[in-house]
């Protein structure tokens, strides 16, 4: 059974489900990427009219709409389509990747920033449909990548001045600001 959420970002809707949607981790997909999409369930869903971006993880995925898109129209298709996938396989939809996430020269201010980004930060923006990746430190300076639902929305510029820089900023000395890029 496919569950559906509101985010704060209106064009943003988050369908849960029972079963393991991904093993890989959290993945975006955007519509203007899609040729580069080999995955066909994603494929197609990047295909329907109106579907600008879809995030999966473990146990849901967001889809974020165009403006001038309606849930209405689109939600029962994402779930019907949803749902045919799982009644004809068993598998996640994207299973385990071969090569992992890695920074190279980790030093100890970027493991801290990680760790507080994968405990504290990553769980309250996975609520909200979206997912946050490390992208670099440098002079203080913590860039990051909002996505899924997280990825335009109206409230992420707060989210990411008064929750994340805050956060990181209490937890690790060395952090004077965020960036998202």
Not at 24 to 43: C, H, L, M, R, W
Request: aromatic share 6%; glycine share 4%; with cysteine.
């Amino acid at each position: 059974m496919i569950q559906t959420e509101p985010t704060p970002n209106p064009n943003s809707l988050k369908f849960l489900s029972e079963n393991i949607i991904s093993t890989a981790g959290t993945e975006e997909f955007q519509k203007d990427k899609s040729t580069n999409v080999s995955n066909p369930f994603i494929k197609e869903l990047l295909q329907f009219k109106g579907v600008e971006l879809v995030l999966l993880a473990k146990n849901f995925i967001s889809v974020k709409k165009s403006e001038e898109a309606s849930w209405n129209d689109l939600k029962p298709m994402v779930i019907s389509h949803l749902n045919h996938y799982f009644e004809n396989n068993s598998e996640p939809i994207l299973k385990s990747k071969e090569k992992f996430e890695t920074v190279e020269n980790e030093d100890d201010t970027v493991k801290k920033i990680m760790d507080v980004l994968d405990t504290k930060i990553r769980p309250a923006v996975a609520k909200d449909g979206g997912d946050i990746k490390f992208k670099s430190f440098k002079n203080g300076v913590v860039k990051v990548e909002l996505q899924g639902s997280c990825s335009g929305c109206p409230s992420s510029l707060m989210t990411l001045k008064q929750g994340v820089q805050n956060l990181l900023k209490h937890y690790v000395k060395e952090v004077n600001s965020v960036e998202a890029i």
